[in-house]
């Protein structure tokens, strides 16, 4: 039997940690330990540290990409000084991780109590998928997933109370990460790199 192999994971937040620790678990890597949960700015005044540590043991940074200049290329020649450790896997989401949430397409309309023909076939191309989430959370025939997802009426909020729990319950109950991989390039490259 292959031992699994084992990392520390950097990500944005508890939706990102969710689908990171997930993705992992599909790809025999063992997560020692999460960092970061504070945001894309803290990750990147991280990263450099973050890389030099990956010599003495693996890390996997889990980022959005958020807008367009920020495509991995990018990234990589602004948030490091130098090249990446060979122990060190850069994931970046196009555009954010709920990207790869709504590739899971009929799973997540069934999350959501919404048809799956609401769900984008090619959620690589939306530019904020969080949005998408909660505008198709809107249409939910269940009160409740309604009251969780949508902010309240009059709110300045992007997401409803409970956006962040129950998105991760989801994840870790009923998200695949081959399913939606057959959905979402991003999602695919991560997968393909991290099985290596």
Same mark, same amino acid.
């Given at each position: 039997m292959t031992r699994a192999r084992a990392a520390i994971l950097a990500v944005? %937040?508890?939706? $990102?940690?969710?689908?990171?620790?997930k993705i992992c678990a599909k790809c025999a890597i063992d997560v020692a330990?999460? &960092?970061?949960?504070?945001?894309? !700015?803290?990750?990147?005044? =991280?990263a450099d540290g973050l890389n030099r540590a990956a010599a003495g043991f693996p890390v996997i940074m889990f980022v959005d990409q958020d807008?367009?200049? %920020?495509?991995?290329?990018?990234? *990589?020649?602004?948030?490091?000084? !130098? @090249?990446?450790?060979?122990?060190f896997t850069l994931c970046v989401s196009v555009m954010e991780v709920e990207s790869w949430l709504l590739a899971d397409r009929a799973a997540f309309a069934s999350f959501l109590g919404i048809p799956a023909a609401k769900? @984008?076939? =090619?959620? %690589? *191309? &939306? @530019? =904020?998928?969080k949005e998408r989430i909660?505008?198709?959370a809107r249409q939910s025939r269940h009160k409740? #997933?309604? &009251?969780? *997802?949508? @902010?309240?009426? !009059?709110? #300045?909020? $992007?997401?409803?109370p409970q956006y962040n729990p129950c998105l991760v319950d989801w994840v870790a109950r009923k998200w695949s990460p081959r =399913?939606?991989?057959r959905r979402s390039e991003s999602l695919a490259r991560t997968v393909r790199k991290l099985e290596v």
């Open positions: 944005e %937040d508890a939706v $990102a940690q969710a689908v990171g620790e330990r999460v &960092i970061g949960l504070k945001g894309k !700015g803290y990750l990147k005044t =991280r807008r367009k200049q %920020d495509c991995p290329p990018n990234l *990589l020649s602004t948030w490091f000084a !130098g @090249p990446l450790k060979r122990s769900v @984008p076939e =090619r959620p %690589d *191309l &939306i @530019p =904020r998928p909660v505008s198709l409740t #997933t309604r &009251i969780t *997802l949508v @902010p309240a009426e !009059g709110s #300045t909020a $992007a997401v409803g =399913r939606a991989a």
